[in-house]
């Protein structure tokens, strides 16, 4: 009698915990490209590509391996469109004795897995997912024992449990955190790192092919399509990483620069998130860096950080939240993201940028994310909702237990300070000061009113303005505030109508791009 493994779009890992074990002669690994998946949002087409020729790759890697490996392409005649239709296909040929399956990674996935079941008559066994550090209940007994679930104090466990840049149990440099000094503005700079590009092999231009055919109403290009679909491709890029980008990764972390997408970034979180590689030996693989004297203590620590801490609290989060997360607005923002969204159209030249290279490559860089695209949103107001699902759609890394509690959560403050104690807001200062953008746009970012001032700053103010019963107590924003209030009534008025001018001729500029 047969095993039948499923294995996911994003569970992609040559030794998934739910191989462990199985006899290679009565197992059968089904790998399924379906519909369902491929369009419950609008996904980006590079993200589709990406996705499916990676499925493609690993089902051959998982063959070599000498597994039994079924695979459904998107377009085979009889190709039942979602996981559980493929998977009665497959209990119907081979009457198995038994489901194995990794859990989902998103709460619509896992009620699919859970109903199988009953559905099948046969037993399922939904395993844990262990290529993340710490389990759910690692999460929850973390949770229970606080009142405020502060990233910093999750990462601190993760550190000490993990031995990351510890010794004789004390953090490496005798601090946990060097945030710090990871604030620096970036230069122009011809020595600047560049990710290596992966030219797309016969398996990856046949998926070219197909999802342009069927997915032309997409948002995003396909031009140019080099991301790695092999775990040896990605491994090149953790490598190449490792050796020109990790040693300044903490200085510029933060910095944006035009034209230049990738700056000291690692890029390999499409990689990471779908199980080409793995998170735990990235991380060993930088501490070793900095060990060999190769990498300074920030931008290891920094790099540790945003994968031990800031990834896996993001899915603690997640999980623990509920799949009512999603329907959480806490500053009750109703309005659509512009058209332009969808298009880069737009003549603020941070937003060109950001989104002019997210519609492009489907990966955009953190700090463009929060500040620009993120911040934007927040400032006008925009329906959180709306505001996760443009983020899902649009980026390569993209699956929701990661996604939405960045977006809703620490960009939207939807969840009323969940995993932040302020919202991340700012006027056009602060991305004057991270980035060279404000330089060549046609917007003026010292000036608050007026048709040339930048729309950053009478937002800013605005949005603090109209959200003073809610955030006005917030001692974060203390200051703000009271530099608010210092101003005069006149100012203040003209601020407001400056912002509100602005706001209703977005709502003007047409319907959103979805
Ligand atoms: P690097 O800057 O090189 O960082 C190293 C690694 O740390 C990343 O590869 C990633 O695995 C991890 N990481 C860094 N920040 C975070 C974070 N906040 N949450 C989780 N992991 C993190 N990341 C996703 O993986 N998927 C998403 O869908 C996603 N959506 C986001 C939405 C918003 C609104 C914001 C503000 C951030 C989002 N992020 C998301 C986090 C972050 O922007 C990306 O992980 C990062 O830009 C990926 O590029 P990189 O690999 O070059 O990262
Ligand atoms: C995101 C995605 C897409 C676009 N397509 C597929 C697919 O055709 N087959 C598949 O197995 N997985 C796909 N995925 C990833 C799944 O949606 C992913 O497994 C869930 O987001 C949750 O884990
Ligand atoms: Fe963005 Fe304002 Fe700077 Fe223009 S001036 S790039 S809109 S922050």
């Known amino acids: 009698k047969t095993t ?27 790998m399924m490209e379906v519909d369902d998946e491929t369009t419950y949002v609008r996904h980006h087409k590079r993200k589709i590509a990406y996705i499916l020729s990676a499925m493609r790759h690993h089902a051959e890697a998982l063959r070599e391996s000498g597994w039994t490996v079924e695979y459904t392409t998107l377009d085979d005649p009889d190709n039942a469109g979602s996981f559980t239709g493929e998977i009665a296909r497959a209990v119907a040929r081979h009457d198995p004795e038994r489901i194995v399956v990794t859990e989902g990674g998103e709460w619509r996935v896992m009620a699919m897995l859970e109903s199988w079941e009953t559905l099948f008559g046969i037993p399922v066994t939904i395993r844990s997912d262990d290529r993340f550090l710490a389990s759910h209940a690692d999460f929850e007994t973390w ?12 990462y601190r466990q993760m550190r000490t449990r993990t031995g990351l840049l510890m010794t004789d149990g004390k953090p490496e440099g005798d601090r946990w955190n060097f945030d710090k000094e990871n604030r620096k503005p970036a230069k122009n700079d011809l020595l600047m790192p560049r990710p290596l ?21 997409h948002p995003g290009s396909l031009d140019g399509f080099d991301y790695a679909v092999t775990a040896e491709d990605a491994e090149r890029q953790a490598a190449n990483f490792f050796k020109h980008a990790l040693p300044q990764f903490g200085d510029y972390e933060d910095a944006m620069l035009t034209g230049e997408r990738h700056l000291w970034h690692s890029i390999l979180s499409p990689y990471i998130n779908s199980g080409l590689l793995d998170p735990l030996d990235l991380c060993r693989r930088a501490e070793a860096e900095y060990r060999a004297g190769r990498a300074p203590l920030n931008a290891v620590e920094g790099y540790i950080r945003q994968i031990i801490g800031w990834r896996e609290y993001m899915r603690g989060i997640y999980w623990r939240e509920g799949p009512d997360y999603v329907e959480r607005n806490f500053l009750d923002h109703h309005r659509e993201l512009p058209g332009w969204y969808w298009t880069g159209e737009t003549d603020m030249h941070c937003l060109r940028e ?16 929060l500040m620009v695209t993120g911040n934007f949103a927040l400032l006008i107001g925009a329906d959180p909702a709306k505001v996760h699902q443009w983020y899902l759609e649009v980026y390569v890394d993209a699956y929701e237990w990661v996604e939405l509690p960045n977006t809703l959560g620490m960009s939207q403050f939807g969840d009323g300070g969940l995993l932040g104690s302020k919202p991340y807001i700012s006027s056009g200062a602060y991305i004057d000061r991270m980035s060279d953008y404000c330089g060549t746009c046609r917007y003026k970012v010292k000036q608050r009113i007026g048709p040339d ?55 003007a500029s047409g319907p959103a791009g979805y």
């Not at 949770?143 to 999750?154: G, H, N, P, V």
């Open 4 to 30: 039948l493994v499923p294995i996911l779009g994003d569970q992609l890992t040559i030794d998934l915990a739910v191989l462990r074990g199985q006899d290679p002669a009565t197992t059968i690994v089904l």
């Open 354 to 369: 950001a989104i002019g290279q997210t519609l492009e490559t489907a990966h955009a860089h953190h700090i463009q994310r």
């Open 197 to 217: 590009v992966f030219k797309p092999n016969a398996i990856t231009a046949q998926v070219l092919a197909l999802v342009a055919d069927r997915f032309a109403e």
């Open 453 to 507: 001032a930048c729309p950053f700053n009478a937002l800013y103010w605005d949005f603090l303005a109209r959200h003073e019963d809610k955030l006005g107590r917030n001692t974060r924003l203390a200051m703000p505030y009271r530099n608010w209030h210092k101003q005069t009534e006149a100012d203040r008025d003209a601020t407001r109508a400056q912002a509100a001018q602005f706001l209703a001729s977005l709502d």
């Open 143 to 154: 949770a229970a024992e606080r009142k405020s679930l502060t990233m910093e104090w999750f």
